[in-house]
């Protein structure tokens, strides 16, 4: 375990010459005081070098390798510590199961798991899902999400939309095309009472601001000059990896060989 001293810390805040460099004096100091080196003139102190002047070069304390070193060190003690309790609260849950009679046990387990699921969701930064599973108990006993992005948002109907907004608190990013399919319904009737209208596209005619990809890189120039014209009025373009000539290989030249010509009648 590495203990600093952190009264000389407030140095970096500021900047320094180029030709010193700090570092923590472990070997000789029992306080691991913080130690000054001046490369150039080979000697070392455990005073503040004087700032630099505005001519002279100059870096920031924290670009040090010492400095990087100790924090990329506490990083990881932080990270093994934080793995460390957060398995033993998991354990602390089973626990409780473990403990009680065989009765309680069978009405427990539901609880139990629902608890372990919201933990590990709790524990994670990025969590993917269904919008159907997105209204989930153990999701929605987890800390709300910054953000929550949902793909295919001209696909889904409003409320499996407004299901996975419940778990944000701060923004949502509706990721989709309306030009694609529309919202997914199986009732011919929910079309006159706009059911089959998605979020996404209820805000683009309510004339919120979108953000459209205007560069494809999946379709060879060819295939994608009719939807590009007909639905997307000429604003799509063609991203260089589809225009170069090798684009298909060796695809392409398979089919080529196989299919000389196409006879239409």
């Not at 490369?39 to 002279?56: D, I, L």
């Not at 473990?98 to 009405?107: A, L, P």
């Not at 805000?203 to 560069?215: D, F, I, S």
Request: glycine letters at 4%; proline letters at 6%; hydrophobic letters at 35%.
């Amino acid at each position: 375990m590495i203990s600093i001293n952190l009264s000389s810390f407030n140095v970096l805040t500021t900047f320094i010459l180029q030709d010193w460099e700090i570092r923590v004096d472990e070997a000789f100091d029992e306080n691991n005081r913080i130690v000054f080196v001046n490369h150039k003139e080979k000697s070392a102190t455990y005073e503040c070098p004087p700032p630099p002047e505005p001519n002279e070069k100059h870096f920031p304390a924290s670009a040090m390798p010492e400095y990087r070193s100790y924090m990329s060190s506490i990083v990881k003690m932080v990270d093994r510590y934080s793995s460390v309790l957060s398995d033993l609260e998991r354990c602390q849950i089973i626990q409780k199961v473990v403990e009680c009679d065989s009765k309680t046990k069978i009405s427990l387990l539901d609880s139990t798991r629902n608890d372990l699921e919201t933990h590990i969701l709790d524990s994670v930064h990025i969590v993917l899902t269904t919008l159907g599973t997105a209204g989930s108990k153990a999701l929605e006993s987890c800390a709300k999400f910054e953000v929550v992005v949902i793909d295919e948002a001209a696909q889904s109907v409003e409320p499996s939309s407004l299901t996975a907004l419940q778990l944000g608190s701060k923004h949502c990013i509706l990721v989709g095309d309306p030009q694609q399919l529309p919202a997914t319904i199986f009732s011919v009737s929910g079309k006159s009472t706009k059911y089959d209208r998605s979020l996404f596209q209820r805000l683009e005619e309510a004339g919120h601001r979108v953000y459209m990809l205007q560069v494809q890189y999946r379709m060879h120039p060819k295939i994608s000059h009719f939807p590009r014209h007909i639905f997307y009025g000429g604003s799509l373009m063609d991203g260089p990896n589809v225009e170069h000539p090798d684009y298909g290989n060796p695809l392409r030249r398979s089919i080529c060989n196989q299919f000389r010509s196409f006879e239409v009648r």
